[in-house]
Antibody, heavy 114, light 112 residues
Framework: QVQLKESGPGLVKPSETLSLTCTVSGFSLTSYHVSWVRQPPGKGLEWMGVIWGDGSTAYNSALKSRLSISRDTSKSQVFLKMSSLKTEDTATYYC????????WGQGVMVTVSS | DIVMTQGALPNPVPSGESVSITCRSSKSLLYSDGKTYLNWYLQRPGQSPQLLIYWMSTRASGVSDRFSGSGSGTDFTLKISGVEAEDVGVYYCQQGLEFPYTFGAGTKLELK
């Protein structure tokens, strides 16, 4: 059974770095790629980036300078790190298996506020 | 970036009525492998997006056959035949052809 679950802090201060974890089960990270997508409150969806089965990555150019995606295959975990947070980064962050996009996590709400 | 533009619905929609949601891309999503990289999702209130249709017209596993996708390289339609209460939410189209993958702004479906 394929599952993804995001975890991380609910509140982060402006200018700090956000660290999120996506823990997957039911598939191997070396065989499937995982994307991060975020959604500000009441707004639409924004693709952030992807980590491929071979470990390579691609990022949304709008976020590239602040974003890093990595993984630990032994723990079946994908990590997102985003630096220099702004209040506009307040959003629900989702990870999704991006082969056919049929599997998404429940999302984790992150508020950027002092 | 590829821009995805979605149309609106004449909300609220009477239960049992059939509706079509439109989506247009700023670039053809038809790839050289013959597939059109256009997905449709439903996001119910408080939930994660749920994949309905991929490759423009292929229904995802477990999705009701009341949902169907069609289109060309740049113009797409999601049809819902006989709207039910569980169909309420926001529908998004998404292109999976090139980075950055982009979504439409969403089309809200409300039931009368």
């Amino acid at each position: 059974q394929v599952q993804l679950k995001e975890s991380g802090p609910g509140l982060v201060k402006p200018s700090e770095t956000l660290s999120l974890t996506c823990t997957v089960s039911g598939f191997s990270l070396t065989s499937y790629h995982v994307s991060w997508v975020r959604q500000p409150p009441g707004k639409g969806l924004e693709w952030m980036g992807v980590i491929w089965g071979d470990g390579s990555t691609a990022y949304n150019s709008a976020l590239k300078s602040r974003l890093s995606i990595s993984r630990d295959t032994s723990k079946s975990q994908v990590f997102l790190k985003m630096s220099s947070l702004k209040t506009e980064d307040t959003a629900t962050y989702y990870c999704a298996r991006a082969d056919t996009w049929g599997y998404w996590g429940q999302g984790v709400m992150v508020t950027v506020s002092s | 970036d590829i821009v995805m533009t979605q149309g609106a619905l004449p909300n609220p929609v009477p239960s049992g009525e059939s509706v079509s949601i439109t989506c247009r891309s700023s670039k053809s999503l038809l790839y050289s492998d013959g597939k059109t990289y256009l997905n449709w999702y439903l996001q119910r209130p408080g939930q994660s997006p749920q994949l309905l249709i991929y490759w423009m017209s292929t229904r995802a596993s477990g999705v009701s056959d009341r949902f169907s996708g069609s289109g060309s390289g740049t113009d797409f339609t999601l049809k819902i035949s006989g709207v039910e209460a569980e169909d309420v939410g926001v529908y998004y189209c998404q292109q999976g052809l090139e980075f950055p993958y982009t979504f439409g702004a969403g089309t809200k479906l409300e039931l009368k």
